[in-house]
């Protein structure tokens, strides 16, 4: 495999330092920084870490590689094996290659429809009823030493910790903390892990332990399937989607916005929150396939076989005995796209271990860097995290997709993970800033007050009548919705389109 480093880039003074900074993981020509522009209230997703500037430059850097993208489309050229010539240039410039010039559009972000879209899973409405985002048994809890933060939203979850720690099925939110706090929370910590359960000890920020917020890589020199004229950047483009939970689900949602066919792939025995489903299966399919038994498999090699894009989201090598490691599948399918997304990282003794937004928060020092004036540790005021990876893991696709056409050919090999953002929020974001300087809303200046309300929207579906969040990504002349709701979780045939 061919390693790719990515390019540096010295962004004018007027651009987003995180805009930029993204902007130039992702690889992006820096000449289209200034397209994008931000407005609406700035009193919105406070806290002593810079939360609302993560998530407005992750959505930004999303819209701007959506609005890279439709330019080339809306040139006709796509731009296949013999049509790179233009080059990365070219499109920096705002013109497609092989057709007519298509400008790239401008991204103007609305900073209420980023922090809406960031707790859209706190919007969702099903029927009027809103749905729980923690069980009771998930949380932080005080032990002999310290805190832990426990993950037990999924039935398997909440087994496995009870069996770790002795408890019978039936022990209640009480019980538990009085056993929390007769051990270490390391010792808890790795008393979970063992179990396969999910627990983490609240540590301490550690300045030296930082991860990259992307990992890109070119591998070999295969042609890519031409692109032709097209209203949505990413129509017609195949998507398998092999992620859970919130990351994953949020970049493939985006995707699907975009205009791709994304088909969600499921095993039939492991359990999904289906209000969870509800909030991320937007503009998707979902379906459920069994890769150990051989008709499903051959199903699944006959989607791969004309796919495009791979997105997986489960631990580093957790599919590499399905044939699904990249490198398989790069092998196989010469040209493809593959994102990787896990939680810890992809290197580190803490690589192989399940995650989730919430333990990662507490495992890098966000928690204790959000402690109140008691110890308690303290959260982001989302999910960000999750939702800042969803937005540039689909923002990677989609740069990769026009690199691939107007630079060099081959296949792409994409990783992210939470830790990656989480490095970023806690010490790339703005390192010379003081940690406290979004502690206050109400002292930054706002163009308009924030109303999350003119940011939903309803619509029927399968699980009833949906009051939803309007997605954040948005450029001149690009979808303001999704094409379709959500269906049922795991119950659409595994065909494309």
Same mark, same amino acid.
């Given at each position: 495999?061919?390693?790719?480093?990515?390019?540096?880039?010295?962004?004018?003074?007027?651009?987003?330092?995180?805009?930029?900074?993204?902007?130039?993981?992702?690889?992006?020509?820096?000449?289209?920084?200034?397209?994008?522009?931000?407005?609406?209230?700035?009193?919105?997703?406070?806290?002593?870490?810079?939360?609302?500037r993560?998530?407005?430059?992750?959505?930004?850097?999303?819209?701007?590689?959506?609005?890279e993208?439709?330019?080339?489309?809306?040139g006709?050229?796509?731009?296949?094996a013999?049509?790179?010539?233009?080059?990365?240039?070219?499109?920096?410039?705002?013109?497609?290659?092989?057709?007519?010039?298509?400008?790239?559009?401008?991204?103007?972000?609305?900073?209420?429809?980023?922090?809406?879209?960031?707790?859209?899973?706190?919007?969702?409405?099903?029927?009027?009823?809103?749905?729980?985002?923690?069980?009771?048994?998930?949380?932080?809890?005080?032990?002999?030493?310290?805190?832990?933060r426990?993950?037990?939203?999924?039935?398997?979850?909440?087994?496995r910790?009870?069996?770790?720690?002795?408890?019978?099925?039936?022990?209640?939110a009480?019980r538990?903390?009085r056993?929390?706090?007769?051990?270490?929370?390391?010792?808890?910590?790795?008393?979970?892990?063992?179990?396969?359960?999910?627990?983490?000890?609240?540590?301490?920020?550690?300045p030296g332990?930082?991860?990259?917020?992307?990992?890109?890589?070119v591998?070999?020199?295969?042609?890519?399937?031409?692109?032709?004229?097209?209203?949505?950047?990413?129509d017609?483009?195949?998507?398998?989607?092999l992620?859970?939970?919130i @990351?994953?689900?949020?970049?493939?949602? $985006?995707?699907? #916005? *975009?205009? =791709?066919? &994304? /088909? +969600?792939?499921?095993?039939?025995r492991?359990?999904?929150?289906?209000?969870?489903?509800a909030?991320?299966?937007?503009?998707?399919?979902?379906?459920?396939?069994?890769?150990?038994?051989?008709?499903?498999?051959?199903?699944?090699?006959?989607?791969?076989?004309?796919?495009?894009?791979?997105?997986?989201?489960?631990?580093?090598?957790?599919?590499?005995?399905?044939?699904?490691?990249?490198?398989?599948?790069?092998?196989?399918?010469?040209?493809?796209?593959?994102?990787?997304?896990?939680?810890?990282?992809?290197?580190?003794?803490?690589?192989?271990?399940?995650?989730?937004?919430?333990?990662?928060?507490?495992?890098?020092?966000?928690?204790?860097?959000?402690?109140?004036?008691d110890?308690?540790?303290?959260?982001?005021? @989302?999910?960000?995290?999750?939702?800042? $990876?969803?937005? #540039? *893991?689909? =923002?990677? &696709? /989609? +740069?990769?997709?026009?690199?691939?056409?107007?630079?060099r050919?081959?296949?792409?090999?994409?990783?992210?993970?939470?830790?990656g953002?989480?490095?970023?929020?806690?010490?790339?974001?703005?390192?010379?800033?003081?940690a406290?300087?979004?502690l206050?809303?109400a002292?930054?200046?706002?163009?308009?007050?924030?109303?999350?309300?003119?940011?939903?929207?309803?619509?029927?579906s399968?699980?009833?009548?949906?009051?939803?969040?309007?997605?954040?990504?948005?450029?001149?002349?690009?979808?303001?919705?999704?094409?379709?709701?959500?269906?049922?979780?795991?119950?659409?045939?595994?065909?494309?389109?």
């Amino acid at each position: 495999m061919t390693e790719r480093s990515m390019p540096s880039v010295d962004p004018a003074p007027s651009a987003d330092q995180p805009t930029a900074h993204a902007w130039a993981a992702l690889g992006g020509p820096p000449g289209l920084l200034d397209r994008v522009s931000f407005h609406g209230p700035d009193t919105v997703l406070s806290s002593r870490l810079p939360v609302r500037r993560l998530a407005r430059a992750t959505v930004a850097a999303c819209s701007l590689a959506a609005a890279e993208l439709a330019a080339l489309r809306a040139g006709g050229s796509g731009a296949g094996a013999g049509g790179a010539a233009a080059g990365a240039d070219a499109t920096a410039a705002g013109t497609g290659t092989g057709g007519e010039p298509g400008a790239v559009a401008e991204v103007r972000v609305d900073q209420g429809a980023v922090a809406t879209a960031f707790v859209s899973e706190r919007h969702l409405q099903i029927d009027g009823r809103t749905p729980v985002s923690f069980a009771p048994l998930s949380g932080f809890w005080q032990t002999a030493d310290g805190w832990v933060r426990t993950h037990a939203n999924y039935p398997h979850h909440r087994v496995r910790l009870l069996t770790a720690l002795g408890l019978p099925a039936d022990t209640d939110a009480d019980r538990l903390g009085r056993t929390l706090r007769e051990h270490p929370a390391e010792w808890i910590q790795e008393r979970a892990y063992e179990a396969g359960a999910l627990a983490v000890a609240v540590a301490p920020p550690v300045p030296g332990v930082r991860h990259p917020l992307v990992e890109s890589r070119v591998v070999g020199e295969a042609p890519v399937r031409p692109l032709g004229a097209a209203a949505l950047p990413a129509d017609g483009i195949r998507v398998l989607d092999l992620t859970r939970v919130i @990351a994953g689900p949020v970049a493939t949602r $985006t995707l699907a #916005l *975009l205009g =791709a066919d &994304v /088909l +969600r792939v499921d095993p039939p025995r492991l359990p999904e929150a289906e209000d969870a489903h509800a909030d991320t299966g937007f503009g998707k399919r979902s379906t459920r396939l069994d890769l150990t038994g051989p008709a499903d498999r051959a199903v699944f090699e006959d989607l791969l076989a004309t796919a495009d894009v791979v997105i997986s989201g489960y631990r580093p090598g957790a599919l590499d005995a399905f044939g699904l490691a990249p490198e398989a599948l790069l092998e196989r399918r010469p040209g493809l796209v593959v994102a990787q997304l896990c939680a810890w990282g992809w290197t580190g003794p803490w690589a192989a271990r399940r995650g989730f937004d919430s333990l990662v928060q507490a495992g890098a020092g966000i928690a204790a860097t959000l402690a109140d004036a008691d110890g308690r540790p303290g959260v982001l005021p @989302a999910q960000a995290l999750d939702h800042g $990876t969803g937005y #540039l *893991l689909a =923002a990677g &696709v /989609l +740069r990769a997709l026009t690199d691939q056409r107007t630079g060099r050919p081959g296949g792409r090999h994409l990783r992210f993970s939470l830790a990656g953002t989480a490095s970023w929020l806690m010490y790339g974001i703005d390192p010379a800033a003081p940690a406290s300087a979004e502690l206050s809303g109400a002292a930054l200046p706002s163009e308009e007050p924030y109303d999350a309300a003119l940011r939903l929207a309803e619509t029927d579906s399968a699980y009833g009548r949906l009051r939803y969040v309007l997605p954040p990504v948005s450029y001149r002349g690009g979808p303001a919705d999704w094409s379709r709701p959500p269906g049922r979780w795991g119950t659409d045939r595994p065909v494309w389109r």
